[in-house]
């Protein structure tokens, strides 16, 4: 079975860092690109950020280029997004996907809140 | 504010077909066969329902099938069922190296 499961969320400071993990398994991480993407309380999607299985290709969001660093451990079976001068409108749900072709699946992690907040 | 654009809402009632546009421009939709649509329903994580325009991944229903003219894609749901009550978003690849979200469309099952 396939599981995502993304883990390091939480309260942070505006302006301060946090680093969210996601540990794959189920599936042969290093043959599958990976996406980071966020979903704001009652708002829709937005995509943050793509890394292929080599980590040879990344592409990020203008939102967060920059800002944010995604990167993958495919020994460990695991996708990173670090996350430095964060602000408010960083608050979000962050779910960790796989990517067929450009489009964000065929699977999901539950996701992981992050909360920026004075 | 997306790249994308998507009717705010959508309905219909059991057994009937509906269509979701998402229009974009040739630097998105319109230039690249990397269309994607998403099922979320509600408190849960988003599904894939289609890649690439029209491929499904394996478990999704045939109820649903994509399609792309210029630069809009649709999304049709066939047999309406109560279960498909939901937010639909559709995404593209861009020029941009990017990928792009449209605003969702609520779908309602009468």
């Known amino acids: 079975e396939v599981q995502l499961v993304e883990s390091g969320g939480g309260l942070v400071q505006p302006g301060g860092s946090l680093t969210l993990s996601c540990a794959a398994s189920?599936?042969?991480?290093?043959?599958?690109?990976m996406n980071w993407a966020r979903q704001a309380p009652g708002r829709g999607l937005e995509w943050i950020s793509y890394?292929?299985?080599?980590?040879?290709?990344?592409y990020y969001a203008d939102s967060v280029r920059g800002r944010f660093t995604i990167s993958r451990d495919n020994a460990k079976n695991s996708l990173y997004l670090q996350m430095d001068s964060l602000r408010d409108e960083d608050t979000a749900l962050y779910y960790c996907?796989?990517?067929?072709?450009?489009?964000?699946?065929?699977?999901w992690g539950r996701g992981i809140f992050v909360t920026v907040s004075s | 504010q997306s790249a994308l654009t998507q009717p705010a809402s959508v309905s219909g009632s059991p057994g009937q077909s509906i269509a979701i546009s998402c229009t974009g421009t040739r630097s998105d939709v319109g230039g690249y066969n990397y269309v994607s649509w998403y099922q979320q329903l509600p408190g849960k994580a988003p599904k894939l329902l289609i890649y690439e325009v029209t491929s499904r991944p394996s478990g999704v229903s045939d109820r649903f099938s994509g399609s792309k003219s210029g630069n809009t894609a649709s999304l049709t749901i066939s047999g309406l069922q109560a279960e498909d009550d939901g937010d639909y978003y559709c995404s593209s690849f861009t020029s941009a190296r990017t990928i792009v979200f449209g605003p969702g469309t609520k779908v309602t099952v009468l």
């Open positions: 996907t796989r990517s067929i072709e450009y489009g964000l699946g065929p699977s």
């Open positions: 189920g599936f042969t991480f290093s043959d599958w690109s």
């Open positions: 890394i292929r299985g080599g980590s040879d290709v990344i």
